[in-house]
């Protein structure tokens, strides 16, 4: 996993560390004492951080390990993401049982559609299900506030139930505030038949799938056709109903997927000369890095860029499993990167049908070499939600 690998002894401490690059990096430390446990961390800059740690001692408190420390694994690495990622498989290869202690990862809110219940429902969670489960899930959101707000809200546009218990409909239920405000097809009571809450539910899952798009269509469309018949009261309550979608649709992040089709293309800054850094994400579960060079070699010289790009993708290894935690665990970390203030690095999502923006791609590679600014979110709500 750490692909570079130095022995020590305190007698040629110096030739050890003008060895080690001082640039950023994760990196091992290893001791010949059976019992003795490795020191794994990540640094902005690798010599410096061991001649502090293997340096001779100082008269101060700092952790010195100079006289345990036999040999150092490390790899050098171009980006603060790649640091983490990179942190977190090595933690989890060297301390399997202790190792989401030592990260303190905190698991990406998620938005549940609860398909295996009779009567479906959405809820926010921060759990993924059993493998094979019929269940949805959404995200990752950048907080539980986040996501409940907007669970609340997309609902007040369906009658999707909001209760959170098994139903077991009887027609003398009285009911809930919900169903008395029309706001609810009221399956407890039978106040409609499965068939229709199914329909419902239909609506509510195409909503979250493409973030809004199939909703702000239908309605659309009943205005323009009411508009097209001289209904205009009703023209422009469908059109004052679209206004109120907007800032609904506006709290949507970029990010947000549903996770089973959560596909995109990470751009980092790359440790290796002229180059840049892939990462692939695929339902959540990230891979990578790998590398790609800004300029071709004398092979692919004849090929354009978005042909270079789509080859070299093609090479990524695809995951050997994916499980439900190392998911949690994936989308925790891609969570902590989209969502900093200041961020290295872009990301480009697949469309509904797996393809990527390779233009967009093409010129994200550009700005990512150069240190430049990312370009805006590439979706536009003015563009999805228009007026008449």
Not at 201 to 217: H, I, M, P, T, W
Not at 299 to 310: A, C, L, N
Request: net charge positive.
């Amino acid at each position: 996993m750490l692909t570079e690998r130095l022995e020590f002894t305190p007698e040629r401490d110096a030739e050890v560390f003008a060895s080690a690059p001082a640039a950023p990096a994760v990196f091992l430390l290893r001791s010949d004492e059976p019992q003795a446990e490795p020191y794994v961390s990540k640094t902005a800059n690798l010599r410096r951080r061991l001649q502090r740690l293997l340096g001779p001692p100082e008269l101060t408190r700092r952790l010195n390990l100079r006289d345990r420390v036999r040999s150092i694994e490390y790899t050098a690495t171009g980006s603060d993401f790649e640091s983490g990622f990179l942190l977190y498989r090595t933690l989890r290869s060297t301390f399997p049982k202790t190792y989401t202690d030592r990260l303190r990862l905190r698991f990406a809110p998620l938005l549940k559609l609860h398909l295996e219940n009779e009567y479906p429902r959405a809820s926010i969670t921060t759990r993924l299900g059993r493998s094979g489960g019929r269940s949805l899930y959404y995200g990752p959101f950048p907080s539980r506030t986040a996501a409940e707000k907007f669970a609340n809200d997309s609902l007040d546009f369906f009658k999707m139930r909001r209760c959170v218990d098994d139903l077991h409909p009887d027609p003398q239920f009285p009911g809930c505030i919900y169903s008395e405000m029309k706001m609810c097809l009221a399956p407890c009571f039978k106040g409609c038949t499965d068939a229709e809450y199914q329909v419902e539910v239909g609506k509510v899952q195409a909503y979250f799938d493409n973030s809004g798009d199939s909703l702000v269509r239908e309605i659309t469309g009943q205005r323009d056709q009411a508009s097209s018949s001289l209904d205009f009261e009703n023209a422009a309550a469908l059109h004052t109903k679209i206004e109120k979608l907007k800032p609904v649709l506006g709290q949507l992040p970029e990010i947000v997927h549903r996770i089973d089709q959560l596909t995109a293309i990470m751009v980092q800054p790359s440790a290796a000369p002229e180059s840049v850094a892939f990462f692939a994400v695929d339902g959540g579960f990230i891979t990578g890095p790998l590398t790609f060079p800004i300029q071709a070699t004398e092979h692919t010289k004849s090929q354009s860029m978005e042909s270079r790009v789509q080859s070299t993708l093609a090479t990524l290894a695809p995951a050997d499993s994916k499980t439900a935690l190392e998911t949690m665990e994936h989308l925790a970390l891609l969570k902590r990167w989209f969502y900093r203030s200041t961020r290295s690095g872009e990301i480009f999502f697949a469309d509904i049908k797996g393809g990527l923006p390779l233009r967009r791609l093409v010129r994200g590679i550009a700005r990512v070499y150069r240190g430049e600014k990312p370009e805006p979110a590439a979706a536009n709500l003015e563009d999805r939600v228009t007026g008449p």
